[in-house]
């Protein structure tokens, strides 16, 4: 079974200042983890995606994301914010086999403020 | 735009109707994938089809829902007696292949709200 943890509903951070989003994940196989974007009335983007090799993951954006097997972690970082970040933030864990059926976690809200 | 369509973007029905809502993949992408986000969630799987066969309905809640794609395209979600619990955004997904590194493109979602 896979499951996703997100730490914090809400993250609220200056324009410039440096972005964190948490998410611990859950899997009794290797996973595969993912990063998503959700602006209002939108579909979800994904910003970034682990499969296998680098631990380091760019995405689009400037957005990056660290796999730390050790601390069962993924999370999503950008040196500095603009007003444009602002959406809701999914990550999620998938299989490396078969099809991808991607679990969710219940996203972060990023606001941006001037 | 080439990106995955659905339709209606908004269905406000009764409770107890038939509802029916769109997906329109990427052309080309043989994999197809309903979601379900409920207020305040992550989307949740409901369905995979491969072609025009359902490959993994595991997710579908009760028998009450029910998808077809029949000609490996469009797909269609398809919800009898319906439920309030039954609101949430339902969200369509396709990628290339159903191989666990491809990509999936989702929709703008329909958006159900059932009175």
């Known amino acids: 079974a896979q499951s996703v943890t997100q730490l914090g509903s809400h993250v609220s951070v200056s324009e410039g200042a440096l972005v964190l989003l948490r998410c611990n994940y859950s899997?009794?196989?290797?996973?595969?983890l993912f990063w998503y974007v959700q602006y209002p009335n939108q579909g979800l983007q994904l910003l970034l995606k682990?499969?296998?090799?680098?631990?380091l993951v760019k995405g689009i954006n400037g957005f990056e994301a660290e796999f730390k097997k050790s601390e069962t972690s993924f999370h999503l970082t950008k040196p500095s914010a603009h007003m444009s970040d602002a959406a809701e933030y999914f990550c999620a864990v998938g299989r490396n086999t078969g099809f991808q059926k991607l679990v969710f976690g219940t996203g972060t809200r990023l606001l941006v403020s001037p | 735009g080439a990106g995955v369509s659905q339709t209606p973007s908004n269905k406000v029905t009764e409770k107890g109707k038939y509802v029916e809502l769109r997906c329109d993949p990427i052309?080309?992408?043989?994999?197809l994938y309903w979601y379900r986000q409920s207020l305040g969630q992550g989307p949740e799987f409901l369905i995979y089809?491969?072609?025009?066969?359902?490959?993994?309905d595991s997710g579908l809640p009760n028998d009450r829902f029910f998808a077809v794609r029949p000609e490996g395209s469009v797909s269609t979600l398809k919800i009898q007696r319906t439920e309030r619990g039954d609101s949430a955004v339902y969200l369509c997904a396709s990628s290339f292949s159903g191989d666990s590194y491809n990509e999936q493109f989702f929709g703008p979602g329909t958006r159900l709200t059932v009175l």
């Open positions: 682990y499969t296998t090799g680098a631990t």
């Open positions: 089809f491969q072609g025009t066969g359902a490959a993994d």
């Open positions: 052309s080309g992408h043989t994999a």
């Open positions: 899997s009794s196989v290797p996973p595969y």
